[in-house]
């Protein structure tokens, strides 16, 4: 009787695990097919790279410019950032490095040098941010602000951020 329990409990568990991964992915390309979307509504000529297994999520090409593009799902936590490659999502009481984003630090390792910038995309919105700027101190990080050469972007904003680099791109021929 316990041996069954315990077999169907197995069975049950890694039928979640299975739903829970497939979920997982299937948000994962929503996330990238809206932002393939504003881009295109954007932009007529732009080039996009989906990164499979690589630091960006999206590569964007846009005449002779190109953006590294990562999204962030960070649902209701709140990230800090200790230093370029550490951010940490934070609930409350003491910070952890237990709870470290994992996926962003082959992102900002990125040279920025083939790039006109890297973004990173929070999504859905953009969580309370800090970042340490030494020791003992923290500033509050705002959309739009550039933390370690890198762009800091809510998704809701990504739209006009684009249109901001079209404007500039149109101005400057």
Do not use: C
């Not at 009481?93 to 990173?120: A, C, Y």
């Amino acid at each position: 009787m316990l041996i069954e329990v315990l077999k169907y409990g197995i069975i049950i568990f890694i039928v979640i695990l299975i739903i829970w991964f497939i979920v997982g992915k299937k948000l994962e390309k929503e996330r990238i097919n809206q932002v393939i979307k504003l881009i295109n509504e954007t932009f007529d000529n732009a080039h996009i790279e989906i990164g499979k297994r690589k630091p960006y999520d999206i590569i964007l090409s846009v005449n002779d410019k190109r953006y590294a593009l990562r999204i962030l799902p960070v649902g209701n936590k709140q990230i800090v950032i200790t230093n370029h490659n550490t951010w940490i999502y934070y609930e409350g009481g003491k910070l952890s490095i237990k709870n470290r984003i994992k996926n962003i630090i082959s992102f900002m390792d990125l040279s920025s040098e083939g790039f006109t910038e890297k973004v990173v995309l929070l999504y859905p919105r953009k969580p309370h941010m800090q970042r340490y700027i030494n020791e003992n101190e923290m500033v509050i990080v705002h959309n739009f602000d550039v933390v370690y050469k890198t762009r800091i972007l809510d998704f809701r904003s990504f739209g006009a951020y684009l249109s901001d680099q079209k404007d500039r791109e149109f101005n400057t021929k």
